[in-house]
């Protein structure tokens, strides 16, 4: 088998330092560049601040130590260390191997809460030659691929089923149906702490997505997720069982055959602009409950859950297959970064 050696993480890259901060009014759901920060996606701005391949790691919060690989151009917040590898290594392999480090341990060793760079550049790695580090790479991204595939196909599935829902109760919206507001088509509950509970699972959902799995749920029947804090306007349709972060509503539908036209009514509206926050944007109870909306008959609601509920079963099978290629990429992740299974002489 190839020689691994052992380095210090910052004898290996090319670079390892913090994004720079970006003011929260720079930021939108449209613009040229993707933001990115310790939680990963923020929005959209104008300018960037990187171009090429990274690992992207979370410094602060709740997403503290997470890792994410990105490839492109975009903006680097200061809530996300950038790293690069250098010219002998690979930088998707660089990420793998982060990952597997669990870095929130290190957030204590710093002066702040969060990660300190200098620390991390201290890290000790054991990587492999560079031609075994691709060839891991091409293992594991084939996964990552389709995964990201069926994202993207959910994605078309989701703008499919809001075409449909802008056409049914926007441009041809009945004029007599009720005026109302959110409050009569739901309840706005909070969510909880996750901290104290053990792995297990169910999803946890924060404003950035499913954080992490654990023992019980908070909540188990159709809802709509929306933020609290933060990146308001991500807001989340869930069908399964699921806990909901303290940072994150959860919604109790009061009729039949309504969480999907709610979801579609609140996906159509800018609830970054509804902000009750100062220094971090804030949704209420008190907005959310008062939103004006017209109230189609059952019969209406009936008919455009007929129309899209194909799209939703399809989006939930993509889920289930991506669920089971990230556990085939997570069972393999640790034996292909630690060297138990060799790839030397596999022809990739």
Not at 60 to 78: K, L, W
Not at 328 to 342: A, F, H, K, V
Request: charged share 20%; aromatic share 8%.
């Amino acid at each position: 088998m190839a020689e691994w050696k052992e380095y210090e993480l910052n004898q290996i890259c090319s670079r390892l330092s913090s994004g720079k901060g970006l003011p929260a009014k720079k930021i939108s759901d449209s613009g040229k560049y993707p933001v990115y920060g310790g939680n990963g996606l923020r929005g959209y701005t104008e300018t960037a601040n990187f171009e090429g391949d990274c690992a992207i790691i979370g410094r602060q919060g709740a997403y503290c130590g997470n890792v994410r690989y990105f490839s492109g151009t975009a903006y680097m917040t200061e809530h996300a260390v950038v790293t690069c590898a250098n010219e002998n290594n690979n930088t998707r392999y660089l990420s793998y191997l982060l990952s597997t480090m669990n870095l929130g341990r290190l957030s204590g060793q710093s002066a702040q809460p969060g990660l300190s760079v200098k620390t991390l550049g201290k890290q000790v790695v054991k990587v492999p030659p560079l031609t075994i580090q691709n060839k891991i790479v091409s293992i594991l991204a084939a996964l990552d691929t389709k995964i990201e595939d069926n994202e993207k196909i959910n994605k078309n599935l989701e703008r499919q089923a809001q075409a449909i829902y802008t056409e049914m109760f926007i441009t041809n919206a009945d004029p007599t149906w009720s005026l109302g507001h959110l409050s009569d088509l739901i309840t706005v509950k909070y969510g909880k702490d996750h901290k104290k509970l053990s792995n297990g699972e169910f999803p946890v959902y924060g404003s950035g997505g499913i954080m992490r799995y654990v023992e019980r749920p908070l909540y188990n029947k159709e809802s709509v997720l929306v933020p609290r804090k933060g990146t308001l306007n991500n807001v989340l349709y869930v069908n399964e069982p699921f806990w909901s972060v303290d940072t994150m509503f959860y919604t109790e539908m009061r009729q039949s055959n309504i969480a999907k036209y709610v979801f579609h009514y609140l996906k159509g509206k800018d609830l970054a602009s509804m902000n009750a926050g100062s220094a971090v944007p804030s949704m209420t109870t008190a907005i959310l409950n008062a939103m004006e909306l017209r109230i189609p008959d059952a019969n209406t609601l009936k008919r455009f859950e007929d129309l899209v509920s194909p799209m939703y079963v399809a989006m939930a099978d993509n889920n289930t297959q991506s669920a089971k290629l990230e556990a085939l990429r997570d069972t393999l992740l640790p034996r292909l970064m630690s060297g138990e299974i060799d790839v030397s002489n596999l022809d990739l």
